[in-house]
Each structure stands twice: as structure tokens, then as C-alpha cells.
């Protein structure tokens, strides 16, 4: 049998290889533990490489505080991020937003347990409160600024890192009331759901987008946009996406977030 040069067999390779094909890493702010982080995400991307035929590297880091200071860095070329940290990447490093979910807008959410007897922000007095971190966006930083501006509450902020741990301390009875989102609340254990409840709720904003570096190229970007939207309209991509979640890929622009910078957010932002 004719041996096919190795010259050969490379530009065969190259014939079919995707001209475009490019590698890029995608930080994903860290709402969930780094297992969960992974086995939503790992997979999508996955979906998102083969339509793209771009490589896609997860990043987890440990705690919101460290996704913060690495996207402030530019550490990511994709990042999936909280509205307010859209803001602080785009003033920081260029970052633009490009996806986001055109089905829902995002709230946050203040829980106490089941059985307090607490109905309304009103009985909180000098709360301890646990939040997931300072910066987290509905989950504490619109929920502190909007307690303390639109209700005069002052609260002693408990911060436990991740929307579990705040759950897991309502429930417990560690602290009065915790912050989060219905989201991360809803993918709680039913048990945990079943001992809180929900006494406030936020206003809206438009929920977490993927955002780029501006170091990405402008068709890598399109690529990604279209891969994730066409991706929706597959069984396969509605389950995938509904586990992030994101119900309804969308194009996303700054102009959904710039309104964040009229609510007095910065006078709560903690900065790394």
C-alpha cells in the first residue's frame, strides 16, 4: 500500500482543520461550588467548541473575590460575570458584554427562617446578616444598598462566600436573614428551601452577561454569539443552557447595564 507523505497528510489536516480555530479561557463567577461550576459549564463549552470550533477553558476560581481581582487583571478572555462586575470590567479593562438571558431579569432576594416570625425588612433591627460576598450582586450589594438607602437599615454584613453558605446559616439559625438569589435558592436541597422563606425582593436588573476582553477578536466573538444561540434552539442546548441558567440566549450590549451606575452602588462596592 502507497505510504501518503507526512507532508501530505499535514496539509490534508490543515485542509479540514477550522481556519479560525483559536483557544480562549472563560472565568465563570463562582455563585456555586467549583464540582458544580464545572459539571454545568464543562459541557456547554464543549457544545459551544464543536460549533465554533474555538477551544474553551474553564477557569474556577475559589471565591468571588478572587474572580474579581482576576478579571480586573484581564486574566480572562471570556468571562461570565454578575451585572455590577459588567460595569467594573468594562471601567477597568474594556470588557463588553455579549450574551445574556433575554427570558428573565434578575432580583435579589432576602430569606429568613421558615419559622421567625420576621414578615418585612421593617422588624430587622441591627441585623447580622450573611451574604455570599460584598460584591455579589443581587444577592448583596443591591440588597445592602437598597436596605440602607430605601429602608435606613443598617446591617452587620456576614460574609460566607457562596450562596449555599448562606442558605445553610439562615437555616441554622446563624444569622437573622441572608441574601441570595431565587435561582441559587431554587437549586438548594428541598430541605434547606423548605425551612426558609422569602421576606424581600429587589428591583430588576438585567441578568449576568457573558462579557469578552476586547483583546478577542470581533468574529471570534460573533462565532460565540451565534454558536450560543443557534446551540438554544436544540433540546440539547435548552437543557444545557437551562443548568446555567439561561433560558433564552440573547445578544447582550452595555447599555443594559449602565443604569446600575444611577443607584448609589459604588458608595457599597468593596474594592479588591
Request: aromatic share 8%; proline share 7%.
Amino acid at each position: 500500500m502507497r505510504k501518503i507523505p507526512v507532508l501530505l497528510t499535514i496539509l490534508f489536516s490543515a485542509v479540514w482543520a477550522p481556519v479560525h480555530a483559536a483557544e480562549f479561557s472563560v472565568g465563570v463567577v463562582p455563585q456555586f461550588t467549583t464540582q458544580k461550576i464545572n459539571d454545568i459549564w464543562t459541557p456547554l463549552l464543549q457544545a459551544l467548541n464543536e460549533s465554533t470550533g474555538d477551544s474553551y477553558s474553564l477557569v474556577i476560581e475559589s471565591d468571588i473575590n478572587e474572580f474579581e481581582s482576576a478579571f480586573q487583571r484581564g486574566d480572562y478572555d471570556f468571562a461570565y460575570m454578575n451585572p455590577w462586575h459588567a460595569v467594573i470590567a468594562n471601567r477597568e479593562q474594556g470588557y463588553l458584554p455579549i450574551l445574556r438571558d433575554g427570558a428573565r431579569m434578575l432580583t435579589g432576594i432576602l430569606v429568613v427562617q421558615a419559622d421567625s416570625g420576621i414578615s418585612d425588612v421593617s422588624q430587622l433591627v441591627d441585623p447580622e446578616i450573611a451574604f455570599p460576598s460584598p460584591n455579589a450582586l443581587g444577592a448583596s450589594l443591591l440588597m445592602r444598598a437598597e436596605l440602607a438607602v430605601e429602608h435606613g437599615i443598617d446591617v452587620s454584613p456576614l460574609y460566607v462566600r457562596t450562596h449555599p453558605s448562606v442558605y445553610l446559616n439562615v437555616a441554622l439559625g446563624k444569622s437573622v436573614a441572608g441574601g441570595g438569589v431565587m435561582r441559587t435558592l431554587q437549586a438548594q436541597p428541598q430541605s434547606i428551601q423548605d425551612a426558609l422563606r422569602v421576606i424581600y425582593e429587589t428591583r430588576e436588573v438585567a441578568p449576568h452577561p457573558m462579557s469578552a476582553h476586547p483583546r478577542v477578536d470581533e468574529k471570534a466573538v460573533a462565532r460565540f454569539q451565534k454558536a450560543a444561540v443557534e446551540l438554544r434552539r436544540t433540546a440539547r442546548g435548552r437543557e444545557l443552557f437551562a443548568a446555567v441558567p439561561m433560558q433564552a440566549p440573547q445578544e447582550a450590549t452595555m447599555e443594559d447595564y449602565t443604569p446600575l451606575t444611577e443607584w448609589r452602588l459604588e458608595d457599597f462596592y468593596v474594592a479588591n
